[in-house]
C-alpha cells in the first residue's frame, strides 16, 4: 500500500489511484472499492459511478480544469490533484479555487511529485493530504510542513494577509 501523509500524520492509504488507461469495465475487478478515479473516467460513466457515493473519489491531472465539476465538487470525500512534474504549479492553483470558488470541503489529495520544499505551499492553497512518492523518504517529507511559521500574502488557509493581521 502506498505511504500517505493526512492532517500531518503518517497514515495507511485505504484509497487505490485509478490510472488514466482504466476502462470502467476494469473497475469491477479491483477489490479495493476506494477508488480514486480520473476525471474523464467519472465524466463519461457519471451515471453509473455516482452509486458509488463515500467510495468514490476523482483525480485530475494539472492539464484538466476543475471546472469541469461544476456544483459536484462536494459529492466526492476526496479529490486529488497531479503534479507531474515539480516544474508544474497548475495544481496549486486548482486547489485554490476548488476550495474557494467551489467550496470543496473534503480531502484535497496531492499526488504525482510531491517533494518536500512543495509541501507547505501545498498546505496553503488546501491540500489536507499527500501519497507519497516511491523514492521519497515520509520522515523528510514530514519536515517540509514545519519551513514557514507565516506567509505575507493571503492564502486558502490563511485568508487575510499579515499585514491585515497585525
Known amino acids: ?67 469541469l465539476l461544476d456544483d459536484d465538487a462536494n459529492n466526492f470525500p476526496i479529490i486529488a490533484l497531479n503534479f507531474p512534474s515539480f516544474r508544474d504549479g497548475r495544481s496549486y492553483s486548482h486547489a485554490a479555487i476548488l476550495r474557494q470558488q467551489q467550496n470543496f470541503k473534503g480531502d484535497m489529495r496531492a499526488i504525482g511529485d510531491v517533494r518536500r520544499d512543495q509541501v507547505s505551499y501545498m498546505l496553503s492553497c488546501g491540500f489536507s493530504s499527500f501519497l507519497i512518492p516511491d523514492d521519497m523518504d515520509a520522515t523528510v517529507l514530514l519536515t517540509g510542513f ?21
Open 1 to 67: 500500500m502506498p505511504k500517505l501523509i493526512k492532517d500531518g500524520a503518517l497514515i495507511e492509504n485505504n484509497w487505490r489511484l485509478i490510472d488514466k488507461e482504466t476502462g470502467i469495465d476494469s473497475l469491477g475487478s479491483i477489490d479495493n472499492k476506494q477508488l480514486i478515479v480520473p476525471v474523464k473516467l467519472w465524466l463519461e460513466n457519471k451515471e453509473l459511478l455516482s452509486q458509488y457515493k463515500d467510495t468514490i473519489g476523482i483525480w485530475f491531472d494539472s492539464d484538466e480544469n476543475p471546472a
Open 146 to 166: 514545519h519551513d514557514f511559521s507565516e506567509n505575507y500574502q493571503s492564502t486558502v488557509t490563511k485568508p487575510t494577509p499579515l499585514f491585515r493581521r497585525r
